[in-house]
């Protein structure tokens, strides 16, 4: 068995395949500012969902923010190649990744053995993230998960100026106070954040198919906006876009073991 | 003759008023309320009433700050970079530099020997190092937002602070929390990176002494002391003067100016 885990900002992510290369556990639970804490959560999570002890884990690969808390024998590796290499194997044809988590967004050139090629990133500002999204819906106290429902009922085309997500949270308010409604106020929200995403990915040479992966692919109305943005149709990495990374960590260790 | 300013910011309104002999006569600070109008007009009646006087008794009245352009009871309306400048020169007349950190936003500001705007440097895009920085941190630490000048002179091996991004930082301090730093410890972390900040836009416009600081966080004593040794030399702080009031100061002086103009 072979194990990848993704300590996030927002999330921590593990999965566990067999030699075939085939999911047998996985789970996603919340960081909470506490990657020890969800380092240990994690790892007895998926080895009690898949009735294994840590001596029959192979190898482990961590990455992330916090990959240094994985609490078994493990090699940290970089978000771009466990992504690059999880890319490869949901969809073979990829060639550009964008990958939006808690705390960046990233684009990636992938080529057709799952290798990086370039990639450009945005680790330093909250509005290129996921914190944005989260920053807003508190705002407005709109559920994080129904944001994507809000703004796809949007009937109005609001510009959100602020470049940076504490102004925006102030610009927020005053749109409430104009009387503009939640739905419109997410689209703007999303919208802004699809633009920044699209504006990152186009310092690469943007080339087909393309996969979104991280938490915020799970968002349809942000994907249909970078659909619009990139004028370009994309995929969702499959099963779940928030795995990518720690699934992509498992066949690194899965080629190390081998 | 009776002049009054009025300073509304992104966070706080300021007004005062001062008479004929440039005394001030009365000041006030609130926290702003949705409407820019209605901030101006309550900070207006609540200095007005603090004087004694009605607003009829107001000479010229000179608007400046982020809502500057929407107090309809104000006859002229001038950037808050000109009054901080001149506010600043008048407390003090060897003031050459003025920091400024509002609200939301950093500026440098120069001025020659008679108070005049020579060079400015703002930035307003980025919360990054403004009061509502230092509202995020003190909301995560759990503390007043004026109390954390004081618990970050208190702490003894300040955290380093990787993030520039406000909202980053602020989970930076959640983590450090739960790792058990100590909250002196990361208040005067905090206050290193704001004032490092600050530093690197005053010296793009330039150091030339003497420097004063002018602004909410003026009043925060770990930031001030943190941009002391960077700048390696004293600044100037007004303490008999509310460093908040700075801007609303400067905006009455220019409606002195209007006045005396009026009566050539």
Redesign the interface.
């Known amino acids: 068995m072979f194990l990848g885990c993704d300590i996030g900002?927002g999330y921590t992510k593990a999965v566990l395949i067999d030699k075939e290369g085939t999911i047998r556990a996985s789970d996603i639970i919340a960081t909470e500012?506490?990657?020890k804490n969800a380092g240990d959560e994690i790892l007895k999570r998926v080895l009690n969902a898949a009735s294994i002890g840590l001596n029959d884990i192979n190898a482990c690969f961590s990455t992330g923010w916090g990959r240094a808390y994985v609490n078994i024998e493990h090699r940290e590796k970089g978000m771009m190649n466990c992504l690059a290499k999880g890319a490869n194997s949901v969809l073979p044809s990829c060639r550009t990744l964008l990958d939006i988590g808690a705390?960046h967004s990233m684009a990636i050139s992938v080529d057709d053995r799952g290798n990086v090629v370039e990639f450009r990133q945005n680790d330093?500002?909250?509005a290129g993230s996921g914190?944005f999204v989260e920053?807003i819906s508190e705002a407005l106290h709109v559920p994080l998960e129904e944001v994507s429902d809000y703004a796809m009922r949007s009937q109005e085309n609001i510009t959100v100026t602020a470049?940076?997500?504490?102004?925006a949270e102030?610009e927020v308010?005053?749109l409430v106070?104009d009387g503009k409604s939640q739905e419109a106020i997410l689209a703007g929200i999303l919208n802004s954040l699809a633009r920044g995403i699209v504006t990152l990915a186009k310092r690469l040479s943007i080339q087909n198919d393309i996969l979104v992966s991280g938490g915020l692919a799970k968002n349809k109305a942000l994907v249909n906006d970078i659909e619009m943005n990139l004028e370009n149709r994309v995929n969702i990495a499959s099963p779940d876009p928030q795995l990518l990374a720690a699934f992509g960590a498992a066949l690194l260790a899965k080629e190390e073991g081998e | 003759m009776i002049v009054a300013g009025c300073d509304v910011g992104s966070l706080t309104a300021k007004a005062l008023i001062m008479d004929e002999d440039e005394n001030i006569v009365a000041y006030d600070v609130m926290t702003v309320l949705p409407n820019p109008l209605r901030s101006a007009e309550e900070i207006m009646s609540r200095t007005l009433k603090k004087a004694n006087m009605k607003l009829s008794d107001i000479d010229f009245c000179v608007s400046t700050g982020y809502g500057r352009e929407k107090i309809t009871f104000a006859k002229k309306d001038i950037s808050e970079i000109s009054c901080h400048g001149r506010g600043a020169h008048w407390i003090n007349p060897k003031i050459r530099t003025v920091i400024d950190i509002g609200g939301q936003d950093l500026k440098a500001i120069r001025v020659n020997r008679d108070g005049e705007l020579m060079d400015f440097i703002m930035n307003d895009k980025c919360a990054a190092g403004t009061g509502r920085f230092l509202e995020g941190i003190a909301k995560t630490l759990k503390v007043e937002l004026y109390d954390l000048g004081e618990l970050a002179l208190s702490g003894t091996n300040p955290v380093t602070i990787n993030s520039v991004c406000t909202i980053f930082t602020q989970f930076d301090v959640m983590c450090l929390i739960v790792e058990g730093a100590d909250k002196a410890d990361i208040a005067a972390g905090v206050a290193r990176t704001m004032a490092t900040r600050m530093h690197k836009l005053l010296r793009k416009v330039g150091i030339k002494k003497e420097v004063a600081i002018t602004g909410g966080v003026a009043k925060n004593q770990g930031v001030v002391k943190c941009l002391e040794e960077l700048i390696r030399g004293k600044i100037v702080q007004f303490t008999e003067i509310d460093p908040q009031i700075v801007g609303a100061l400067g905006a009455a002086l220019f409606a002195r100016d209007e006045v005396k103009r009026s009566r050539m």
């Not at chain 1, 470049?163 to 102004?167: G, K, L, M, R, S």
């Open positions: 900002t500012a506490d990657p705390q330093r500002c909250a914190r920053v470049q940076c997500a504490v102004f102030s308010i005053a106070n």
